[in-house]
């Protein structure tokens, strides 16, 4: 059964910083890595997926990598915006599976 | 293309009521999923179809809960005899083919008193 940790489970940043949210799950034969932004109240949206055979992958401000070996994903956040306050969640599927086990998220709180 | 769309957007029931919530995928996206999520958790799953085959389903989903997705277009999730522990948030996602990449609807709150 696949397990999934995001570290911290929350943060408090000034406006400018770069940040690192950690994602590790347990069960390293896995398809793919999604990571997720959701907005107090709302759905989910998508922000990158990262495929097995991929290392990373970049998006804007944001880059995620993935390293299966050690059952790890880090989303990186280039120079922090106030409007990227939410949660981010991380998806791992259960090897074998297309079914995505979630973490709790990291709250990120980013003040002007 | 206007993305997963579910309705209502907010229920309230009384305990022991069914209630049914909709979720309309994003067109041609034959994979459709259901999670529930509580605050300050994670979604989790409940159910997935593979158009309109019902595939898995989560040892969550107790026999109170079925759902549904007729000729695999929309789907829906109906809760019959409602209790306090179902209150949650209610979610959708779709996706196509071998993309692995879910999109999510704004989900249904369901709040049961």
């Known amino acids: 059964k696949q397990e999934v940790t995001q570290i911290p489970a929350a943060l408090s940043v000034p406006e400018g910083e770069n940040l690192v949210l950690n994602c590790s799950f347990t069960d390293s034969a896995i398809y793919n890595l999604q990571w997720f932004r959701q907005d107090p109240g709302k759905g989910l949206t998508s922000l990158l997926l990262?495929?097995?055979?991929?290392r990373e992958q970049t998006s804007g401000r944001l880059n995620a990598s993935l390293d299966k070996s050690s059952g790890r994903s880090t989303l990186y956040i280039a120079a922090s915006q106030p409007g990227d306050s939410a949660t981010y969640l991380c998806a791992v599927p259960s090897g074998g599976s297309y079914i995505p086990t979630f973490g709790r998220g990291t709250s990120l709180i980013v003040h002007p | 293309d206007t993305g997963v769309s579910q309705n209502p957007r907010h229920k309230i029931t009384k305990r022991g009521q069914n209630v049914t919530f909709r979720c309309d995928p994003i067109s041609e996206h034959n994979r459709l999923y259901w999670y529930r999520q509580t605050l300050g958790q994670g979604p989790e799953f409940l159910t997935y179809f593979q158009n309109e085959a019902q595939l898995e389903k989560s040892r969550l989903l107790s026999d109170r809960f079925s759902a549904e997705r007729p000729k695999g277009s929309f789907s829906t999730l109906e809760i019959q005899r409602t209790e306090q522990g179902d209150s949650a948030m209610y979610l959708c996602a779709s996706r196509v083919g071998d993309n692995y990449e879910q999109y999510f609807g704004p989900g249904t709150r369901l709040t049961v008193t």
């Open positions: 990262i495929q097995s055979s991929q």
